[in-house]
Every structure is written in C-alpha cells, then in structure tokens.
C-alpha cells in the first residue's frame, strides 16, 4: 500500500468551529432583517424626496401665481399714475409725488416677491441635498450589507 499519508485528525483538533444550525439560522435572520430595514429606510427617503419635489412644484405654481398677480399690480399702477399724469397737467407736484409713490410700491412688491422666492429656493434646495446625503448613506449601507446578493 504505497498511498500518500492522509492527514489524521484527531477529534477536537479543528482550528475553527462551524456554528451552530441555530446559530447560522439566526445570523441569516439578522442579516435579512438588516437587510430589510435598509431597504424601507431607502424607500422612506426615496418617498420622502418626492413628497419634497411635489411640494416644491406645488410652491413654483403658487409663485408663479404671485408673481403674475404682482405683474399685473403692477400694470395697473402704472396704468393709474399714466391716467393722472394724462388728466392733470397742471398738477405737476402732485404727479412727480404720486410717481414716486407708485414707484416705492412696485419696488416694495419686488422686493416681497424676490425675498419669498429666494427663501423658498433655499428651503428646497437644503431639503433636497438633506434628503440626498440620506438617500446616498441608505445606498452605501445596503451595498455594503452582505446579504445584498441574495436580494
């Protein structure tokens, strides 16, 4: 018998133990459940996210609506102070007064308009890179989980 030795070990002498059915059984559980937490906490920001781009649509329609609202203001100051200026031109004080006032007005309307528009961009656009950095976090921890190729 001039076989190669077979290595004999002896019982006891294995330098790692498997574990356990139980153990392996609930190893697997956690993972799936880690697994499957990543993955509703991705989708809750994913969801999040739209609500947040439904919310900023919603809020340009609306701007838009005001600034069109304002426009039309507007005009029709300008229209009233052309009236003036056509019915009196004999009231010259009075019409350079009441142009300075319309013109206060429309910067003042300007002004509300451009300070609303720019604090509503500036709440989105937080929103949309805190929601973004959480998107991107979820990504990374469900790549890194290693139960992802079995989903």
């Known amino acids: 018998m001039s076989s190669t030795p077979q290595p004999q070990l002896a019982f006891g002498t294995h330098q790692q133990q498997r574990p356990s059915l139980t153990e392996f059984v609930e190893r697997i559980e956690s993972v799936v459940n880690e697994k499957q937490d990543l993955a509703r ?3 809750k920001a994913l ?8 919310l900023h649509q919603r809020a340009h329609v609306d701007f838009e609506c005001e600034r069109t609202r304002l426009n039309s203001e507007i005009a029709d100051l300008r229209a009233q102070l052309i009236g003036l200026s056509n019915r009196s031109e004999n009231g010259t004080t009075d019409d350079a007064r009441l142009q300075s006032l319309l013109a206060a007005k429309e910067r003042l309307i300007k002004d509300e308009f451009e300070r609303k528009f ?3 961009a500036v709440e989105v656009k937080r929103e949309r890179s805190r929601f973004t950095l959480e ?3 979820l990504k990374r921890q469900l ?4 139960c992802r190729a079995s989903g």
Do not use: H, Y
């Open 41 to 43: 906490r991705l989708s």
């Open 47 to 54: 969801d999040d996210i739209t609500v947040m781009t439904q």
């Open 118 to 120: 720019q604090e509503s």
């Open 135 to 137: 998107v991107q976090k």
């Open 143 to 146: 790549s890194n989980c290693i």
